[in-house]
């Protein structure tokens, strides 16, 4: 690996997150080779002889039992590690935040009972984990905050809208950039308010003086750029676009002039830093709450020459050198290391998979060599095949006649005989893939408190089955309150110490933005 650049001389006080984000950037600095590599061309570009040469019999001879325990620092009986290989996953693993869920057996996800049964329809099990503790931490922020209606951008089919509406008495504005989801959204309402009307329904139902109320779904586009009344675009496919006063309101708030809380379950790209833009120059959004994903789509400067980038956001990690951050790093950083690691620990079949397409790359570059990482999909059981039938699958995709290429020679053979390189060279990439995502959500969290705000990082959700785990909150008050009681909330059971939440210093007086 190349040698880290030489690190500028750091600030008179740094704050913990400012520490952590520049110690993130030298360790990445330090093996961007192995970050920046596509698995892919393991064959064609070599990529095991560009591991440190002290690692490399090491990670030959190690079982994906033994990769595994790597991969989480608990241990790998029978295995010897290089002391510098050690130091990088200790250094890798300290760095890292923490995505919570320490010592709880892994269980697949099921239906949950902290739903109602009307609110599982069309809702697979994930989002109903996901719904559930992140409804509860918008309803304890509407408490703290004297906010009742939450607008939820990026809404999809409303499943989160309809959770907040008719579960805890929300008032919800739901904002969806496609119309066709946002009218199934609609539909799923409707059909949820007959089920509710009907007498077996009514009977079982608890007492309230208000009637179940619907979330207003608006089909529309986010504005990065313009103010938070005017914030909404026609949608994709247009349709009958945002109203003419829009209901989000105008600066004072929503439309009767209270403040709203904003939030995004898993807002794509550059839909999350919009969202806490809008956050930062809004007095009418009392509080955010954010979980990001798709990172490899967010905006980069200099990279797409935007004015307001998505990455970076704040000025502290902007002024750090060797911040940037490639597409494929940003992509690792989707990556689902609890469920790559289980894979490993089970010898699980899909380990072959990425073999399987660094061999296919190598025969699509030795028949044309400009067809180059093509978007390949031979299908979604690929790993249950033999190569020849993957080859098969594939080489037609690539435009490429399987009957001019050999499949079944010796050095296809002998490719395929390193499956457990690829293996051990995935796994180091899986090692930095939450390296890259804590310095994203780093930046965002800076980025607020560079403007006096509240924040805090939390991991709401079991990381085993929701990856993208970690919730960005921000708000114009303390957090305190509203975060002490998450880990009552837990579908999980945890104890109050098992939830790591990282919370920004309290501003100075002054730097509040009420």
């Known amino acids: 690996m190349a040698a880290a650049p030489r690190a500028a001389p750091e600030p008179s006080w740094q704050s913990p997150e400012q520490r952590r984000a520049a110690d993130i950037i030298r360790l990445l600095s ?109 309803q304890r922020l509407s408490c703290t905050t004297g906010c009742e209606h939450v607008v939820d951008v990026g809404a999809g089919q409303g499943h989160l809208s309809r959770f907040l509406s008719f579960a805890l008495g929300l008032r919800v504005t739901a904002v969806e950039s496609d119309a066709r989801l946002s009218a199934l959204a609609e539909r799923f309402d409707q059909e949820l308010l007959q089920e509710l009307a009907k007498p077996r329904a009514l009977a079982h139902r608890r007492p309230s003086p208000c009637p179940p109320c619907a979330p207003q779904h608006i089909p529309g586009r986010l504005d990065p ?132 397409r660094a061999v296919l790359e190598s025969l699509i570059r030795a028949a044309e060599p400009s067809k180059r990482h093509l978007g390949l999909q031979p299908g979604r059981k690929a790993h249950s095949l033999s190569f020849t039938q993957y080859a098969q699958l594939g080489l037609p995709l690539a435009g490429l006649d399987p009957k001019g290429v050999p499949l079944d020679s010796g050095a296809v053979g002998a490719m395929l005989e390193q499956q457990h390189k690829v293996v051990a060279f995935c796994t180091l990439g899986q090692l930095l893939a939450p390296l890259v995502e804590t310095l994203i959500l780093l930046d965002r969290l800076l980025y607020l408190r560079e403007q006096g705000f509240h924040c805090a990082l939390v991991p709401l959700f079991n990381p085993r089955f929701s990856p993208r785990n970690l919730v960005l909150v921000a708000a114009r008050t303390p957090l305190a309150t509203a975060l002490a009681g998450l880990a009552k909330d837990s579908e999980d059971g945890h104890s109050s110490e098992d939830e790591d939440v990282e919370e920004a210093e309290t501003p100075r007086e002054g730097q509040n933005h009420q």
């Open 30 to 138: 330090l093996y961007r080779p192995l970050l920046d590599a596509f698995v892919i061309d393991f064959f064609t570009e070599d990529l095991w002889s560009q591991l440190p040469p002290s690692w490399q019999p090491a990670l030959a001879g190690a079982t994906p039992e033994q990769l595994a325990g790597f991969l989480g620092g608990r241990g790998s009986p029978g295995a010897a590690w290089p002391l510098s290989l050690l130091a990088f996953g200790a250094a890798a693993r300290a760095l890292a935040f923490p995505r919570g869920c320490p010592g709880s057996a892994p269980r697949p996800p099921c239906q949950s009972c902290r739903l109602p049964p009307l609110l599982r329809r069309h809702v697979k099990p994930k989002k109903q984990h996901e719904i559930q503790r992140l409804g509860k931490l918008l």
């Open 225 to 356: 750029a313009a103010p938070w009344g005017e914030l909404l675009l026609p949608p994709d496919p247009p349709g009958a676009g945002p109203a003419a006063r829009n209901p989000l309101g105008g600066p004072g708030g929503s439309e009767d002039g209270h403040r709203v809380l904003v939030t995004g379950l898993h807002a794509c790209g550059d839909l999350g830093p919009a969202l806490l833009c809008h956050f930062a120059r809004s007095p009418a959004v009392a509080a955010v709450a954010l979980v990001g994903c798709c990172y490899m789509k967010l905006s980069s400067a200099p990279e797409q020459q935007q004015q307001h980038p998505g990455y970076p956001l704040s000025a502290s990690v902007a002024a750090l050198p060797g911040h940037q951050l490639s597409y494929r790093a940003r992509e690792a950083a989707c990556h689902a290391l609890e469920e790559y690691q289980a894979r490993l620990r089970e010898g699980s079949a899909h380990l072959r998979a990425h073999c399987y």
